[in-house]
Structure formats: C-alpha cells, structure tokens
Nanobody
Framework: QVQFVESGGGLVQPGGSLRLSCVGS????????MGWYRQAPGKQRELVAA???????SYVDSVKGRFTISRDNAKNTVYLQMNSLKPQDTAVYYC???????????WGQGTQVTVSS
C-alpha cells in the first residue's frame, strides 16, 4: 500500500520558518515527481513547489526566494523549507506523489501551517 505522510506543520509568527517533511512508503520513491500543494479556507488547492524524479524544481511565484523543495531518495522523503513566512501562507499543506512510470498519483493527509502573531 502506497502512502505519503506529512509532518512539520504548526503555528509560527510572521517572518519565521518551518520545514515540512513527507515520507513515502510502499513504493519506489525515486520514480515519483513530488509536489507540495496548499489549500487555504475558501480557496482552491494550489501547487506551491515541485521536484521531478531527476531533481528539477519549480515554484509558484508567491513563494520564490522564500521556499525550497528538496528530496532525499535514500530516506524516501521530500522536504519543503519555508522561510520568511507570511500570514497569507496559512493553509493546509499536502504532499503529492506522481509516478512518472505509470501515472499513478497519491496524496498525503495534509498538515496545517498557521502564520500568525
């Protein structure tokens, strides 16, 4: 059974930092393109950052220069380092794995990030 499990969310003050982690199991992690999505109340889910199986990264404009996505295939883990956090970054953050081999896709359960003073 393929699973992706997020951790690392929480409450942080504006300007602070958090690092999210997503651990995959039950599959060959390295073949997956991994993405971090977020969904704020009343808004659509949006792709925040992604990393391909080959390590190529991309970001939504609103987080460029503040967020960094990375992966460690030996640990079956993808990270999202979030710096200079703003109240508008408040959302539930979801990990997504997309198999570049067969097109299968899996979601984590989500982790809440709240940026507030």
């Amino acid at each position: 059974q393929v699973q992706f499990v997020e951790s690392g969310g929480g409450l942080v003050q504006p300007g602070g930092s958090l690092r999210l982690s997503c651990v995959g199991s039950g599959t060959i992690f390295s073949i997956y393109a991994m993405g971090w999505y977020r969904q704020a109340p009343g808004k659509q889910r949006e792709l925040v950052a992604a990393v391909t199986s080959g390590g190529r990264t991309s970001y939504v404009d609103s987080v460029k220069g503040r967020f960094t996505i990375s992966r460690d295939n030996a640990k079956n883990t993808v990270y999202l380092q979030m710096n200079s956090l703003k109240p508008q970054d408040t959302a539930v953050y979801y990990c997504n794995g997309y198999s570049e081999y067969d097109g299968s896709e899996y979601w984590g359960q989500g982790t809440q990030v709240t940026v507030s003073s």
